[in-house]
């Protein structure tokens, strides 16, 4: 009997050990799964369009106004609030702008695109973290890129850059 007994103790502590065990890797993995970006779909249109005088067909993939929104401490005060009232604006389906932007760079990879134009307005306004995400993210790409910068992409806060 006694055996009997130190066997069932046994056997709670096991399934109790396990039951925590798996426990802790389940919370562990949604904390890990909550800090992934949402995943996102992306839709891109193809358009045709002829041009006189081409001696082959040309693919480009055109991206215009993400409006990438990120600041850290580099950036004054003032530009880090702008932007975190901003960074709403510009979210879609719960993922930043930035989600996005990654989604259609990366996707020119696996795409026949010659030219990747980006056509301005890239970045909400000229902050480090928004201009090293947008680097680093073109860096990563193989496809060759035009960046024709618009008025956000030049602007600080509510400065323009200027010889100053």
């Known amino acids: 009997m006694k055996n009997e007994n130190e066997k069932m103790k046994n056997g709670k502590r096991i399934s109790t050990t396990v039951t925590l065990v798996l ?5 562990f993995l949604t904390y890990k799964l909550s800090l992934l970006p949402p995943k996102v779909s992306v839709k891109i249109t193809t358009e045709t369009v002829a041009a006189e005088g081409l001696k082959k067909e040309y693919r480009f993939l055109f991206l215009a106004d993400s409006h990438i929104s990120l600041s850290d401490a580099r ?34 990879d696996q795409r026949n695109e010659d030219l990747i134009i980006l056509g301005g307005d890239i970045v909400d306004s000229a902050m480090y973290a928004s201009l090293e995400h947008v680097r680093n993210t073109l860096d990563g790409c193989k496809k060759p890129y035009l960046y024709y910068s618009g008025n956000h992409d030049f602007e600080y806060g509510e400065e323009y850059y200027s010889e100053k």
Not at 81 to 96: I, L, S, V
Request: aromatic content about 12%; cysteine-free.
């Open 75 to 108: 950036d004054d005060e003032a530009v880090i609030q702008k932007e975190r009232g901003r960074t709403e604006m510009f979210r879609y389906n719960g993922a930043d702008s930035e989600v996005y932007f990654d989604a259609i760079i990366g996707s020119a």
């Open 23 to 27: 426990l802790a890797v389940f919370v």
